[in-house]
């Protein structure tokens, strides 16, 4: 226990005293920072320049169809700043260019048609006609139609009834929380899980070329080397996860409106609950892979062929999140109670379903018992292997040499 302990103390050590982690975490922070920041920088724009974001809309009614019924666009808050005004083709085209306005609705009656000209100054890819606006435009013609047809007010009414909709579902668990919340959360555990887990390789393989492993291996066993490195790099995933999301809850509260955070960030369903189960999910996922790659880390001999031994851990490692995140659009389906189990998605997953409310204290012990399982047989594995492979400074071990390594007695 006690060279378990310094292995684990010199690895998280050496790794938060280099300036690659001390560099990447004052970006992260900074990004963290200026990302909250974001709609102060907009209101400062917006208090430099009363009428930023909304734009200058005219609209001309070449024939009068509206019967200057027109005015009532001015009451609706659609984001523009409406002018009625029935001003010439040549006005348009100077007040465009000169940036007086921004668009023009042009409204003239073509034999048995309406045509509506959408004109800007100039279109990018990304421009669209405003479908809302022209829809208001259609129930007013309509309204004016029925009133020349003699119709009263109230008879125009019943024909804009407005539908109430509403969804339901014939399932007893219903799905409840912020979905996009639980996908940045995913997000986020991903992230944090793979990039310490990589570490764990990274190292491996920089000790067998300077040959400091075998200093190691002499004072120690191989085991407490891989669940030593395994637990230093971890303790500095937590830290590092632990400062970024304290800071991004400071920030938050500090920049952003509460009406503003309970739109953006609702956290009403951050229960300790569900901080537990983020945090255990979080251990055994980085566990998980963790220990895969100290297994590729001890098959190489050379840096520049860990990126190749480590391929096909990286690629469980995406599909066990994409499994997740893209299941997370219907939760309650089969396919995301399966994602919740399977040992290479369930930390990305099970958290998500904790959160919507869908997964019992049953469902979660059944999932960390199979998480657990599958990390008892692959540390078993790894350290098999690692104690026969990580004095070899040949060639990169190959699947079959590993089988034969991990069947030997020896």
Known sequence: ??????????????????????????????????????????????????????????????????????????????????????????????????????????????????????????????????????????????????????LTQEQIASFNIPFETQMTQVEETEATGNVPVMMIMSLILFYAIYFYAYQVSTSITTEKTSKIIETLVTSTSPRTIVLGKTIGIGLAGIMQTAIVVIVAIICANIFLTSEMLSAVLDLSNMTPMLAITTIIYYILGYSLFALLYALTGSTVSKPEDIQSANGPVAILAVIGFYLSYFTMMNPTSELNSFASMFPISSPFCMPFRVMMGIANITDILISIAILLATIFVIAKVSIKIYSSAILNYGSKISLKDMIKIYKSKD
């Open 1 to 150: 226990m006690k060279d378990l302990f310094i292995v684990a103390k010199y690895t998280f050590e050496e790794l938060i005293k280099r300036k690659s982690f001390i560099i990447s975490n004052i970006v992260i922070l900074l990004i963290v920072i200026i990302g909250f920041n974001i709609p102060n920088i907009i209101n400062s724009f917006k208090n430099n320049d009363e009428d930023f974001g909304e734009r200058k809309l005219v609209i001309v009614d070449r024939n009068n169809l509206f019967e200057d019924n027109l005015e009532l666009l001015k009451q609706a808050d659609i984001g523009y700043k409406i002018e009625i005004n029935n001003i010439s083709d040549k006005e348009i085209e100077e007040k465009l260019k000169k940036e007086e306005i921004d668009e023009v609705l042009l409204i003239a009656k073509q034999e048995n048609k309406i045509e509506v000209k959408y004109i800007l100054k100039s279109i990018s890819t990304y421009t669209t006609i405003p479908d809302n606006l022209v829809s208001m435009l259609q129930g007013i013609y309509k309204d004016v139609q029925m009133k020349k047809a003699g």
